[in-house]
């Protein structure tokens, strides 16, 4: 079965400066896809940035990037610039494709807290 | 902008209460999805719909039913409150495909007394 761990609970980070949380992963497949959630307080879980494990290269938007590492089966998000609006919790997800089904399997979550 | 409307933000209710969930989006989006929050535990699937009556198990289904008579709508539902059952709610939808993501809901957070 898969399994996404997150195994930092909670970070900060302060303003302006980089952070990066971690989360590895375990499947069988070849073909998957990950994804990084961001949960402000109290507001709507949206999307922050995607990776197709085919592609090589690691997927960017604007401050966020990854570093995936398919063989080690690791997928850290990268927050340059930490803005104080970044403050949320998040969680990464995992997505196989060949169960046929589109569920996700999160990551228990990272609490991220920038400070002034 | 996809929208992924829960009816409720904040719910209290007693033991024993039958309980409905609502959601509603507006993307005419294929998939749609239940999960349950909790501190620790991250987001786990309680029960998820491909289709219009089409429904399917997560992992955590016990306690609950849902029910999906049109596209745009999937309920919840406890059929018999517990206190454990006593957390926040997502709902979620998608388009069909592995790379599509999922919106969601801004949650429902569910107090059974």
């Known amino acids: 079965a898969q399994t996404v761990t997150q195994s930092q609970p909670e970070m900060s980070v302060q303003e302006a400066e980089t952070v990066t949380l971690s989360c590895t992963y375990d499947?069988?497949?070849?073909?998957?896809?990950l994804f990084w959630y961001k949960q402000p307080p109290s507001r709507q879980m949206i999307l922050v940035i995607r990776q197709e494990a085919y592609k090589q290269q690691n997927a960017t938007e604007n401050r966020f990037s990854v570093n995936f590492q398919k063989a080690a089966k690791s997928f850290s998000l990268k927050i340059s610039d930490s803005q104080l609006g970044d403050t949320a919790m998040y969680f990464c997800?995992?997505?196989?494709?060949?169960?046929?089904?589109?569920?996700?399997?999160f990551g228990t979550g990272t609490r991220l807290k920038v400070l002034a | 902008d996809v929208k992924v409307t829960q009816s409720s933000r904040y719910l209290v209710k007693r033991t024993g209460e039958k309980v409905f969930l609502e959601c509603v989006q507006d993307?005419?989006?294929?998939?749609m999805f239940w999960y349950r929050q909790d501190p620790g535990l991250g987001l786990r699937l309680i029960y998820f719909s491909y289709d219009v009556k089409m429904k399917e198990k997560g992992d955590i289904p016990e306690g609950y039913s849902v029910s999906r008579e049109k596209k745009e709508r999937f309920s919840l539902i406890l059929e018999s409150a517990s206190t454990n059952q006593t957390s926040m709610y997502l709902c979620?939808?998608?388009?069909?495909?592995?790379?599509?993501?999922?919106?969601f809901g801004a949650g429902t957070r569910l107090s059974v007394l």
């Open positions: 499947t069988s497949e070849n073909n998957y896809y």
């Open positions: 997800a995992f997505m196989g494709t060949t169960s046929g089904t589109y569920k996700y399997i």
């Open positions: 979620a939808s998608s388009l069909g495909g592995a790379k599509n993501i999922q919106y």
């Open positions: 993307m005419d989006h294929e998939n």
